[in-house]
């Protein structure tokens, strides 16, 4: 008797043997797909934007959970948690002068966390600091986004220095994961704390991106002459959009390993798996 073929396997095969065409197609029909879902499933759309702070806050966790448990900062970009207290702190500074409400306490306790792991990277856990392979050029993402904020931010009646700012933090949020990817991509092994937390980054930026993608189908685009008229609007899609898409291929490989351990987990009520790839 043949022994039973793994399905997960076998599409997991036929997607990797499709085109790059083929493969972005099959990644826009799930994306709109899971956007129907969430439409219906999720009755208030703002609670999907504290949905993507609460995961984002969760991924942290992960880490301090990874340098406390572990005592070592392996595979972790400093200079992608640099980004992310920059593009935050901008953020909670325009949330304060601009509109105040719960996803600024959500920032703040994120600012928190992310801060307490830069210095832990800095400080504590130096001498595992894997500053060579950390190698991606800040400037290379703050400077295009300072630039282009100044060419392209709201239009508004809050101060000029404000909407730059605004658009800034934007802008940045949707590249600060490129040091991190860097990072895998030099060491080659993803460390399973490592491999959590930009999960958990990337159904951040899914849930973010829902959440401006229904509100404007909700709102019959009445959203975007709200948030100005010129390119702005669309920059902020845009931007939803791209931070979305880097972490998509991570996250099918990601939920394709997940997939494949709940499998053997099932077939041979081994759990030895599980416990492997969650630590």
Same mark, same amino acid.
């Given at each position: 008797?043949?022994?039973?073929?793994?399905?997960?396997?076998?599409?997991?095969?036929?997607?990797?043997?499709?085109?790059?065409?083929?493969?972005?197609?099959?990644?826009?029909?799930?994306?709109?797909?899971?956007?129907?879902?969430?439409?219906?499933?999720?009755?208030? /759309?703002?609670? %999907?934007?504290?949905?993507?702070? $609460?995961?984002?806050?969760?991924? =942290?966790?992960?880490?301090? !959970? *990874? +340098?406390?448990?572990?005592?070592?900062?392996?595979?972790?970009?400093?200079?992608?948690?640099?980004?992310?207290?920059?593009?935050?702190?901008?953020?909670?500074?325009?949330?304060?002068?601009?509109?105040?409400?719960? /996803?600024?306490? %959500?920032?703040?306790?994120?600012? $928190?966390?992310?801060?307490?792991? =830069?210095?832990?990277?800095? !400080? *504590? +856990?130096?001498?595992?600091?894997?500053?060579?392979?950390?190698?991606?050029?800040?400037?290379?993402?703050?400077?295009?986004?300072?630039?282009?904020?100044?060419?392209?931010?709201?239009?508004?009646?809050?101060?000029?220095?404000?909407?730059?700012?605004?658009?800034?933090?934007?802008?940045?949020?949707?590249?600060?994961?490129?040091?991190?990817?860097?990072?895998?991509?030099?060491?080659?092994?993803?460390?399973?704390?490592?491999?959590?937390?930009?999960?958990?980054?990337?159904?951040?930026?899914?849930?973010?991106?829902?959440?401006?993608?229904?509100?404007?189908?909700?709102?019959?685009?009445?959203?975007?002459?709200?948030?100005?008229?010129?390119?702005?609007?669309?920059?902020?899609?845009?931007?939803?959009?791209?931070?979305?898409?880097?972490?998509?291929?991570?996250?099918?490989?990601?939920?394709?390993?997940?997939?494949?351990?709940?499998?053997?987990?099932?077939?041979?009520?081994?759990?030895?798996?599980?416990?492997?790839?969650?630590?």
């Amino acid at each position: 008797m043949r022994p039973a073929r793994n399905p997960i396997h076998i599409v997991s095969v036929w997607v990797q043997r499709q085109p790059p065409k083929v493969k972005a197609f099959l990644a826009v029909v799930l994306g709109i797909v899971a956007l129907m879902a969430l439409r219906f499933i999720v009755h208030d /759309h703002d609670n %999907l934007f504290v949905g993507a702070e $609460a995961v984002h806050s969760i991924g =942290i966790l992960v880490l301090i !959970f *990874k +340098l406390t448990k572990e005592r070592t900062c392996a595979g972790i970009s400093l200079k992608s948690q640099e980004l992310t207290a920059i593009f935050l702190a901008v953020r909670l500074y325009c949330s304060f002068v601009m509109e105040y409400d719960i /996803h600024t306490l %959500l920032d703040l306790a994120t600012l $928190a966390t992310t801060l307490w792991v =830069i210095y832990m990277i800095r !400080f *504590k +856990l130096k001498s595992s600091y894997m500053e060579d392979k950390d190698n991606f050029a800040l400037y290379f993402v703050i400077a295009p986004c300072a630039v282009l904020a100044l060419l392209i931010h709201p239009s508004t009646s809050h101060y000029f220095v404000n909407r730059v700012f605004w658009a800034f933090c934007v802008y940045l949020e949707a590249v600060s994961v490129l040091p991190q990817l860097r990072v895998m991509q030099n060491t080659k092994i993803v460390e399973p704390f490592t491999a959590h937390y930009v999960f958990a980054l990337g159904i951040a930026r899914f849930l973010s991106c829902a959440h401006w993608v229904l509100q404007v189908l909700d709102s019959r685009g009445h959203l975007l002459v709200a948030l100005g008229h010129g390119l702005w609007p669309s920059m902020v899609l845009i931007s939803e959009i791209v931070q979305t898409f880097i972490l998509a291929d991570f996250c099918y490989y990601y939920v394709k390993r997940l997939a494949l351990v709940f499998y053997l987990v099932i077939s041979t009520n081994n759990f030895s798996s599980m416990f492997n790839f969650l630590s």
